[in-house]
């Protein structure tokens, strides 16, 4: 099989590392791509955001599989115009992929298909802003209702910033706050069958112990050993399955990855958000664990075969993800600084460092290229072995302003010994 994957961040990087050790693949492309993807697979210049450009790229390569990384793309329909071409593509459709697009899409469909989630109202004006914010009293959750690259929540005891936040976007969500633990579930779907992966969790916050402004994502870890031994099975039943057959009850059948983020309550598990596409950091630990062929699962979802295959397995362990970041990250980012230590760790067999904002000086140096620079990940006999693995790796690496948590899976881990 061959495959393109779409995009420029550590997820298309863990997502062609993972093609590129699949026995069923013979070739791995990607555009943009990054220097770290273009270790594992060829790159081809494209504008992710042309589903003509991408389409016509696919074509030329004669690849048999399409996988669009970023959910800007699929909201934008480059799934749609893959598929126009008779090319098996894993993403869903621009109507399907608006379970992201939108919040108060994906609300709608939630509350057709009876899926558990937060109490919400969808605001355009100040005044109902101000009515909803009253409605669910603090902490005040305000959700840009399109896509914000996981920086468009605030939840804040301060009236004022979320009235402030709501302000800044055209349409917000106003949601009652939801206590307890987040967890991340991806399934894979054909827009029947859903295969789950295993529960990972995220640590959105920049600063230890959950503090500062929201990032895309500064680390994961999986598996959970505090989750209840039956997560999966309920939130297939009451979540995943139900959502994706409102979703083909309405004409509109969701082809890809569905993530639930989930709060996991005092009164159960409720949906905090749908993302239409592989999770970043998550994404980088699952799949390091990932045991069945990533392509046969990928393809099997694009072409409605899903059922004809296994269901994904994962190996014993654990996996955790460090995400370094550039200065002044999340505020800003910088740019050009110098790398150094990467490439010491290709030689580590359970680290791996997958790159998101890097780039290639003309002397052939890494350099940084954005926020999120790079995640490295480690795989252990457990969280233990494997949070000492990737911090270990992460003191390898140096570059001017480094930012890291010091704290990704430390609780879990602790918890599991």
């Not at 409605?135 to 690259?149: E, S, T």
């Not at 083909?248 to 409720?270: D, H, I, K």
């Not at 392509?295 to 099997?300: K, T």
């Not at 990250?329 to 030689?347: F, Q, V």
Request: aromatic residues 6%; hydrophobic residues 45%; negative net charge.
């Amino acid at each position: 099989m061959k495959t393109l994957v779409i995009g420029t961040g550590g997820r298309e990087h863990a997502l062609a590392w993972a093609l590129a050790r699949d026995p069923g693949v013979t070739e791995v492309h990607a555009a943009p791509g990054n220097p770290g993807i273009a270790e594992v697979a060829t790159l081809h210049d494209v504008d992710l955001m042309d589903a003509e450009a991408v389409a016509a790229l696919a074509e030329r390569l004669e690849v048999d599989l399409v996988v669009v990384g970023p959910e800007a793309p699929l909201v934008a329909g480059v799934a749609t115009g893959v598929r126009a071409r008779d090319i098996a593509c894993f993403g869903p459709s621009t109507e399907a992929a608006q379970l992201e697009g939108s919040k108060a899409f994906a609300k709608d469909v939630m509350e057709a298909a009876g899926v558990p989630t937060a109490a919400a109202r969808v605001c355009t004006t100040p005044e109902q802003v101000a009515a909803a914010l009253d409605a669910f009293g603090a902490p005040y959750v305000v959700k840009d209702d399109g896509l914000a690259a996981g920086k468009g929540v605030v939840v804040t005891d301060d009236r004022d910033a979320a009235l402030a936040h709501a302000a800044a976007c055209e349409r917000v969500v106003v949601e009652e706050f939801l206590d307890g633990p987040e967890v991340s579930l991806f399934a894979i779907t054909d827009g029947r069958t859903v295969y789950p992966l295993q529960p990972a969790q995220d640590f959105k916050r920049i600063f230890d112990g959950d503090a500062g402004p929201n990032t895309g994502g500064m680390g994961a870890y999986t598996p959970l050993p505090w989750a209840p031994a039956d997560l999966v099975d309920e939130v297939t039943r009451t979540v995943l399955q139900p959502t994706v057959d409102e979703m083909e009850r309405r004409g509109t059948p969701f082809r890809g990855l569905l993530y639930a983020g989930l709060a996991m309550t005092s009164r159960g598990v409720r949906v905090v958000e749908f993302n239409a596409r592989f999770g970043d950091p998550e994404t980088q630990p699952l799949l390091a664990l990932l045991e069945s062929p990533l392509s046969e699962l990928l393809y099997a979802a694009a072409t409605g075969t899903l059922a004809d295959v296994p269901p994904p397995r994962f190996r014993e362990g654990a996996a955790v993800a460090v995400v370094m970041a550039s200065a002044g990250y999340p505020e800003s980012s910088s740019s050009g600084d110098l790398i150094k230590g990467a490439e010491t760790l290709d030689r580590e067999p359970d680290v791996h460092v997958f790159h998101a904002g890097t780039a290639r000086r003309a002397d052939g140096q890494l350099v940084t290229a954005g926020g999120r620079v790079l995640a490295v990940v480690a795989v252990g006999s457990d969280l233990a072995d494997a949070r000492a693995k990737a911090y270990e790796g992460v003191h390898t690496i140096t570059f001017p302003g480094a930012q890291a948590r010091t704290d990704i899976a430390r609780a879990a881990a602790r918890e599991q010994q």
